[in-house]
């Protein structure tokens, strides 16, 4: 006779849902309901009101500063 254990499924942390996530504020610590675990919505407003970042997709690019010690292209100045 073969025995076999039962169990429930466990489910898979890997696994995306749909369902907001009731989780506590890291910074705060207060009782929210959100998609990802983070800062809650006014602790990220107030995080980038003080450190001047703008949210994904607003990025701004730099131009390029090669370093003092580097002489651009040396091989064309090479005599």
């Known amino acids: 006779m ?3 254990r ?5 489910p898979d942390p890997f696994v995306a849902t749909t369902e907001p996530l ?6 705060c610590r207060s009782a929210v309901s959100q998609m990802f675990y983070g800062p809650c919505e006014p602790c990220v407003v107030e995080l980038r009101a003080t450190t001047g970042t703008t949210p994904l997709g607003e990025a701004t690019a730099v ?4 370093k003092m010690n580097v002489t651009p292209n040396f ?3 090479k005599d």
């Open 2 to 4: 073969v025995h076999r």
């Open 6 to 10: 039962y169990r429930d499924p466990v």
């Open 22 to 27: 009731d989780v506590i504020c890291p910074r």
């Open 63 to 66: 131009a390029y500063e090669p």
């Open 75 to 77: 091989v064309a100045t």
